[in-house]
Structures are given as structure tokens and as C-alpha cells.
């Protein structure tokens, strides 16, 4: 591969196999589904190959999980197979795969990050896309109505008047430099978010730039319709 492909970890840490540098392409078949297939080479521990969501999002097969059968009902592979074209003599492998080695179906243009994906919350987006968005009052219970200046944007820009005290932390003598913490990758959507959520707060004066040493690791859960929450994992 002329760019090869950082591989991430669930925990955010590189890849033991380093970056993917190599890729098999042959013909798949699952049933009567068929296709042609890119997969990347890299180390996925017990795993064979993972195919992934993109993969499902694709085809949209008909899964059955009492069963544990798939369908491809939805996708034109099945009618119209795509056929490996013929090897090129002068195209050759400067290494030949091991018994050891692992496939991967993989966007060759993209980085690639193995994570964990819980889908709760796309669902709940999805099935509420289409339902009307209530009013403050259907929300609200009418005995908490008038504290709703105290829940608008204007006014959670504006801090409080700073008072005498502060709360610090105090750190015990000797204490650890670093702490270990676990690493969220984040998606081009997310970093954009964290982007703008930094600029905002650092504006209204919420946040402001530090010099500590220590940190802690950000990431977003996506609420019900679809827009994502900022949480901190302290």
C-alpha cells in the first residue's frame, strides 16, 4: 500500500501489528451472496476477520438472531455478483500471507480505529427522527415552568458573582504525576463537536486553558434525537 493505515485499539492504544501496509482482495461468499472484497491485513487476536458496520450498512441483510441466519434480500450482490477481474502477471506480492496472519474489511481511505459501538442510542435517534418535537410546556410539569430563565442559554453564559472562597483540590505530598486513564478515539462528527464545545466554553468563560499535568478523557454518548452529549470520564 503506497499510505499505510493507522490501526487502533477499543482502549485507544496502537495496534500491536503496527500500521496496515498490505491488503488481499479475492471473492466472498456467504450462502448465495457473493462479492468482491478488499481486506486489510492486521492482527485481530482471536478473530479471523471483522467486516464491520459499514459492511452491514451496505448490504442490509435480514438477520435472524434466534437463529443466527442472514438474508441478503436487500442488496444487488446475490442477482449481480461482482467478479474478480484476471490476475495481472506483473502484479506481484512482495510477501505471501502466513497461517498466523488475520484479515480485516477496511475503507482504504480512511484511519482505522477497532472500537466497541453501542447502538442504544442510534436506535432511540432514529425511531424519534419522525416524531414531533414537543413543546417547553408539554415537557415541563407546570409546577417548574417559571424556573425557565434559569435553564436559558443567556443565562448559563453569564457566571455567578465570584465569591471569597473557592474550591481547590490539594494534592497529597508525593503524589503521582500522571494518572492512567483510558483514550476514546473520536469521529470526524465528534472532534468537530469537541471543537466547538471548547470554543464556546472558553469564550462564555465556563472553562478555561490549564497548564496541569493531569487530565481527563472526553467522549460523547448520542441522545434521542441524534445531536451528542459531551461527557467527561473522571
Same mark, same amino acid.
Request: glycine share 4%; aromatic share 10%.
Given at each position: 500500500?503506497?499510505?499505510?493505515? /493507522?490501526? @487502533? !485499539?477499543?482502549?485507544? *492504544?496502537?495496534?500491536?501489528?503496527?500500521?496496515? *501496509?498490505?491488503?488481499?482482495?479475492?471473492?466472498?461468499?456467504?450462502?448465495?451472496?457473493?462479492?468482491?472484497? &478488499?481486506? /486489510?491485513?492486521? +492482527?485481530?487476536?482471536?478473530? #479471523?476477520? @471483522?467486516?464491520?458496520?459499514?459492511?452491514?450498512?451496505?448490504?442490509?441483510?435480514?438477520? !435472524?438472531?434466534?437463529?443466527? *441466519?442472514?438474508?441478503?434480500?436487500? $442488496?444487488?450482490?446475490?442477482?449481480?455478483?461482482?467478479?474478480?477481474?484476471?490476475?495481472?502477471? !506483473?502484479?506481484?506480492? &512482495?510477501?505471501?500471507?502466513? #497461517?498466523?496472519?488475520?484479515?480485516?474489511?477496511? !475503507?482504504?481511505?480512511?484511519?482505522?480505529?477497532?472500537?466497541?459501538?453501542?447502538?442504544?442510542? &442510534?436506535?432511540?435517534?432514529?425511531?424519534? /427522527? +419522525?416524531?414531533?418535537?414537543?413543546?417547553?410546556?408539554?415537557?415541563?410539569?407546570? +409546577? @417548574?415552568?417559571?424556573?425557565?430563565?434559569?435553564?436559558?442559554?443567556?443565562?448559563?453564559?453569564?457566571?455567578?458573582?465570584?465569591?471569597?472562597?473557592?474550591?481547590?483540590?490539594?494534592?497529597?505530598?508525593? /503524589?503521582?504525576?500522571?494518572? &492512567? $486513564?483510558?483514550? %476514546?478515539?473520536?469521529?470526524?462528527?465528534?472532534?468537530?463537536?469537541?471543537?466547538?464545545?471548547?470554543?464556546?466554553?472558553?469564550?462564555?468563560?465556563?472553562?478555561?486553558?490549564?497548564?496541569?499535568?493531569?487530565?481527563?478523557?472526553?467522549?460523547?454518548?448520542?441522545?434521542? #434525537?441524534?445531536?451528542?452529549?459531551?461527557?467527561? #470520564? %473522571?
Amino acid at each position: 500500500m503506497a499510505v499505510p493505515i /493507522a490501526v @487502533y !485499539n477499543a482502549d485507544g *492504544t496502537r495496534n500491536k501489528a503496527g500500521d496496515i *501496509t498490505e491488503f488481499v482482495e479475492f471473492r466472498m461468499t456467504i450462502g448465495n451472496h457473493s462479492e468482491r472484497i &478488499d481486506f /486489510a491485513v492486521t +492482527d485481530l487476536g482471536s478473530k #479471523d476477520l @471483522y467486516l464491520g458496520h459499514n459492511w452491514l450498512k451496505h448490504h442490509n441483510p435480514i438477520i !435472524n438472531w434466534n437463529t443466527g *441466519t442472514i438474508i441478503f434480500g436487500h $442488496c444487488q450482490c446475490v442477482k449481480n455478483p461482482f467478479p474478480l477481474p484476471d490476475a495481472d502477471p !506483473n502484479n506481484h506480492w &512482495d510477501e505471501e500471507l502466513e #497461517d498466523s496472519d488475520t484479515i480485516l474489511a477496511v !475503507n482504504m481511505e480512511e484511519e482505522l480505529v477497532i472500537r466497541a459501538v453501542h447502538h442504544t442510542n &442510534d436506535l432511540a435517534a432514529v425511531a424519534n /427522527a +419522525d416524531k414531533p418535537k414537543k413543546t417547553f410546556e408539554e415537557m415541563v410539569p407546570s +409546577d @417548574y415552568r417559571s424556573f425557565h430563565d434559569l435553564f436559558s442559554k443567556e443565562n448559563f453564559d453569564e457566571l455567578p458573582e465570584r465569591k471569597p472562597w473557592d474550591h481547590t483540590i490539594e494534592l497529597i505530598p508525593n /503524589a503521582k504525576s500522571t494518572l &492512567d $486513564c483510558k483514550v %476514546y478515539p473520536l469521529n470526524r462528527d465528534e472532534q468537530e463537536q469537541l471543537d466547538k464545545f471548547l470554543d464556546e466554553n472558553l469564550e462564555s468563560g465556563r472553562i478555561k486553558e490549564l497548564k496541569s499535568p493531569f487530565t481527563s478523557p472526553f467522549f460523547f454518548v448520542k441522545k434521542k #434525537d441524534g445531536s451528542l452529549r459531551p461527557v467527561q #470520564d %473522571y
